[in-house]
């Protein structure tokens, strides 16, 4: 069955970096674009980021453009999502999730807390 | 951006009852609409994609219909199982994907 395990997580500083990693099987990866959806404790969902199958587009949540940079290696079946300028805001379970249009799979998420 | 607008935002429901959630678009998205079920401390599962048609493994008692702007996530006969939060979703007008705020059913 289709596996999406997120990792990278942790407690970081404000102003600072983190880079969280998706790493999945039982779906033949290259197909599918993958996205990035966060939760803030006790909150809805909110969709982050995207990358095409192929890499060849990007898209960006306007609360995280600038900020955040999404990237892919087919070879290896991960997606990375490298984020810069943390913000006490951006302290939320990140999950991974596979699309072919719908979000299909979703992973149990990494946790991301953003305080001094 | 299409905003996404659950009603209600909270549902008290006894089991065996049949529930109607609701979803409304800002805007069109045609038929591009799903519906997610979260139940506590656990991930999102897609159930309903392409506004009516059921995810691999999501149980029968689960429908979903409306196009358009206006759809409706039905639940037969509520099981105890099924007492989560339900998040709908656009995916036709993009950047941004969109959720609506999520209705939760809970028990009465």
């Known amino acids: 069955q289709v596996q999406l395990v997120e990792s990278g997580g942790g407690v970081v500083q404000p102003g600072r970096s983190l880079r969280l990693t998706c790493a999945a099987s039982?779906?033949?990866?290259?197909?599918?674009?993958m996205h990035w959806v966060r939760q803030a404790p006790g909150k809805g969902l909110e969709w982050v980021a995207v990358?095409?199958?192929?890499?060849?587009?990007?898209y960006f949540a306007d609360s995280v453009k600038g900020r955040f940079t999404i990237s892919r290696d087919n070879s290896k079946n991960q997606v990375y999502l490298q984020m810069n300028s943390l913000r006490v805001e951006d302290t939320a379970l990140y999950y991974c999730?596979?699309?072919?249009?719908?979000?299909?799979?979703w992973g149990q998420g990494t946790l991301v807390t953003v305080s001094s | 951006e299409t905003v996404m607008t659950q009603s209600p935002t909270t549902l008290s429901v006894s089991p065996g009852e049949r529930v109607t959630l609701s979803c409304r678009a800002s805007?069109?998205?045609?038929?591009?609409l799903a519906w997610y079920q979260q139940r506590v401390g656990q991930a999102p599962r897609l159930l309903i994609y392409?506004?009516?048609t059921r995810a691999t493994g999501a149980p029968a008692r689960f429908s979903g219909s409306g196009s358009g702007t206006e759809f409706t996530l039905t639940i037969s006969s509520l099981q105890s199982e099924d007492f989560a939060v339900y998040y709908c979703q656009q995916y036709n007008n993009w950047p941004p994907w969109t959720f609506g705020q999520g209705t939760k059913v809970e028990i009465k």
């Open positions: 392409d506004a009516s």
């Open positions: 990358i095409w199958s192929d890499g060849s587009n990007k």
């Open positions: 039982g779906l033949a990866f290259s197909s599918y674009g």
């Open positions: 999730v596979s699309a072919a249009g719908s979000f299909d799979n």
């Open positions: 805007q069109s998205v045609s038929s591009s």
